[in-house]
């Protein structure tokens, strides 16, 4: 299993350009999330997904968009970058919602995105 | 609302000492409360978490946390710290869909 990937590992975007950073899993999990991670803030929730086909805003979703066409893969998409998107970006799955249940959630290596 | 609040945002030990991170939590229900590790440069692993019964919880690499309901905390320690123990620890709180992190503590392990 390579549990749950992140492509691409680093890029850097002008501002203004458009991206889609890309998160796969391979253990049949129903949930999957997207945080960012900015110095002092711990992780912020900025989309989730409950199940193929669905998506929900989270804390910070402004300026991302996401889909989940397959249920093993969750997209974040910037539409028109800017630099106060510069940040780290986790993705994570969990078979159940943690919830309200006692799954752990699995976190992939992370994406280092700066914004110029 | 559930939120997280963890005392201290770097700590720093000698090799060899307790390590104590401390984390307090809020929660309209009774609590599910995880604690994971960033190891530099990587994702977040898990550590241990708590969801019903015994109050203290071990986990990986020799830590602990005890669940204490009266003073709304989870507090996570090890009783000898290893140079290896280098790392970012957050402690995170459960709500409906997804966890609630705090901000982090950085500790530092010196020699």
């Known amino acids: 299993n390579a549990g749950v990937t992140q492509t691409p590992k680093f890029r850097v975007l002008k501002t203004g350009q458009s991206m889609t950073l890309l998160c796969a899993q391979d253990m049949n999990h129903e949930y999957m999330y997207w945080y960012r991670q900015d110095p002092g803030m711990g992780l912020r929730l900025i989309h989730y997904s409950v199940g193929e086909g669905t998506t929900a805003k989270g804390e910070v979703p402004d300026g991302y968009n996401v889909s989940r066409l397959k249920k093993q893969n969750f997209l974040l998409g910037l539409e028109s970058a800017a630099p106060s998107q510069t940040s780290v970006y986790f993705c994570?799955?969990?078979?159940?919602?943690?919830?309200?249940?006692?799954?752990?959630?699995?976190f992939g290596p992370g994406t280092r995105l700066t914004v110029l | 609302a559930q939120s997280v609040t963890q005392l201290g945002s770097h700590v720093s030990v000698s090799e060899g000492a307790l390590v104590l991170l401390r984390c307090n939590y809020s929660s309209s229900v009774p609590p599910y409360l995880f604690w994971y590790v960033q190891y530099p440069n990587q994702g977040l692993q898990l550590l241990l978490k708590y969801t019903t019964g015994a109050t203290l919880v071990k986990g990986i690499n020799g830590f602990e946390a005890e669940f204490k309901k009266s003073e709304t905390s989870f507090h996570l320690t090890k009783p000898s710290a290893h140079m290896s123990d280098a790392a970012e620890y957050f402690c995170a709180v459960s709500s409906q869909y997804d966890l609630i992190f705090g901000k982090g503590t950085k500790l530092s392990v010196k020699p």
């Open positions: 994570a799955s969990t078979l159940l919602p943690s919830g309200r249940a006692t799954d752990t959630q699995y």
